[in-house]
Nanobody
Framework: VQLVESGGGLVRPGGSLRLSCAAS????????MYWVRQAPGKRLEWVSG????????SYIDSVRGRFTISRDNAKNMLYLQMNSLQPDDTALYHC???????????????RGQGTQVTVSS
């Protein structure tokens, strides 16, 4: 299994970023995928998830309406469109492979190395 995130960076409050995750080494379309984030000194936080066959999505309350998760099963890609970014969104964002086809969260699920998102003026 390999998950490689990209798209992070430094952005001003109110700005946007699109995170991407390239997946390989497993049958991507069989598994739910999700994003987690970890800010310095804070616990790992589940952000958003999507079922295996694009049949449903879910978001943490603080990002609902600002972030959109999507996937392209033909390209083995996961995305997170982040709009109206706020300083509290600053964190290392990881792409995570769930153990099954439906949205879940487990701290021992396989995740990539992450991409840093910094929101600052």
């Amino acid at each position: 299994v390999q998950l490689v995130e990209s798209g992070g960076g430094l952005v001003r409050p109110g700005g946007s970023l699109r995170l991407s995750c390239a997946a390989s080494g497993f049958t991507f379309s069989d598994y739910s995928m999700y994003w987690v984030r970890q800010a310095p000194g804070k616990r790992l936080e589940w952000v958003s998830g999507i079922n295996a066959l694009n049949s449903g999505t879910s978001y943490i309350d603080s990002v609902r309406g600002r972030f959109t998760i999507s996937r392209d099963n033909a390209k083995n890609m996961l995305y997170l469109q982040m709009n109206s970014l706020q300083p509290d969104d600053t964190a290392l964002y990881h792409c995570v492979k769930a153990k099954g086809a439906y949205i879940s969260f487990s701290e021992d699920d396989y995740r990539g190395q992450g991409t840093q998102v910094t929101v600052s003026s």
